[in-house]
Every structure is written in C-alpha cells, then in structure tokens.
C-alpha cells in the first residue's frame, strides 16, 4: 500500500494558506493537508480560526498574528522555523497579507531566509471580478479606502484616470458612505458591481451605474449587511482617445506639467497633441 506524498517541505517553511470566505466545501484538499500537517497556525483570530479547524477535524495548535501583534508574532514564527518545524498563515478568510494581516510577517520571514510557500485558494476580489462581467485587459486592487471621508474622497480622486476597473474591499459600517463618495468624485455614469457575501447564504452580485447604487443600497437594510467587494468601471475615454493614450497621459501627468505630459504623451501613442491637451487639462482640473 503506497501512502500519500507529505504535503510539507523538508525544509522549514511558511505556509500561506487561502481559508473559504464562508461556504466550508471551498477548502482546498491541499490546503486541509497543510494545516494538518504544519507544527502551528498563525491566525488573525483564533477563536474564528478554531471553529474552521474543528469543522475540518484538524486539531493543529493556533497562536495569534494580527494586526496589533505582527511585529511580536513573527518573531515567534522565525524562532519556530529555526527550530526545524513548520508554520502556516491564515486569515479569518480567503488569502492572507492581501489587505489583511501578515504582509510584514511574509517579509521578514523571507528576510530571515526561509520559504514561503503560497498555498492558493478562495480570494474575495478575485471571485468578484470573476462574477462581474468587466472584459477589460487587467484591473487596479486598491483594498480598503480610508476610513475618513477627506481622505477617502482623496484617494478615490487619486484614482479617477485610472483606465482599468477599481476593486475596493468595504466593511458593512461605511459600505453607504464610500459608495457615495465614489459616486461624487467619479462619473456617475461608471459601472459598478457591488458584491456581498460572497459565497455564503446571502451572497449577492449586482451590476448597475454608479449613480444609482446608493439608492439600490437604500432601497433594501439588507443590502447593507455582510463583507463587501466594489468593482468600478475605469475612466472612460475621452473621444478621441483610446485607453493606451489615456492610460500613458495619466501616468505622465503624476510627474510633469500638462503641457510637457501632452507632448510626450503624443510623441509615444501618437494621438492628436491638441486632443491629449485638452484632456490633461480636464484630468488636472477635476
């Protein structure tokens, strides 16, 4: 009788280890294996973590890396790795480090010279943009907006010429708000798909202009509730230009005066130079 291939390394490894986001049958069997397997769990909540690892009859022990603690809790995981044994990262759900904790863990063990090691599985923007129906060549993760309205208005402005589709994560206690501020800095004729609860009882997909989402929010207290993913259409293109002209004027107005960025932005796209002008005078008034 042969028996299965360990799942772990012979050497001293890192795990990062994607966990469902709620529906427990998308756990990878891989995934199982390595939590199974590895000496310890760093977990961003350990009481979360532990009724995910007893539904799966895994009885590895858990200790806490978060966001208060990572400093201190990466030493632990390095002193572990130079003792010869095995650790695995989680996050309360999906890929850990992506807008989550463990980021700065994932450097310093690299720093310290072991592995890590991804063990890939559910990611809640990935699933959404899956669902969402943008055709567009590639997209921008931008994560979790500030919490303040200026900066958060800020930082969506920040992003306006952006030509691919924006994909936010947004916590139930300021979903309202940042659809708003989204909705008064960017086009109103945007797409945007809001997407709840994703792969739990309640999930739910929707499409519709941006201008009409806070209203479609309004419209049902429920819509409200649950862990949220936004995709926001990219800046549409100015007529006359297509989105490489675009996307190369953006980028050089970030570090030249308008007049400069239209010149060379004619010289490497050859779009009109008087259009492109025009248009970077738009960009930097808006």
Known sequence: MTTSPSPLSSTPSLYVVATPLGNLQDIGIRAQAVLAGVDAIAAEDTRHSQRLLDALGIRTKLFA???HNEQ??????IR???AGQQVALISDAGTPAISDPGARAVARVREAGFPV???PGPCAAVAALSASGFVDDGFRFVGFLPAKQAARRAAIEDLRAQTVPLVFYESPHRIVECVADLAAVLEP???????REIT???EQIARMPLGEASAWLAADPNRCRGEFVLIVAGAPAAEGLGAEAERVLALLLAELPVKSAARLAAEITGAARNTLYA?????KGS
């Open 65 to 67: 890396l978060h966001e």
């Open 117 to 119: 090691v991804p063990v």
């Open 200 to 202: 739990k009882i309640y």
């Open 279 to 283: 248009r970077a005078l738009e960009l």
């Open 189 to 195: 004729s945007r797409d945007i798909v809001i997407a």
């Open 80 to 82: 572990m790795l130079e």
């Open 72 to 77: 201190a809790a990466v030493g632990q995981v």
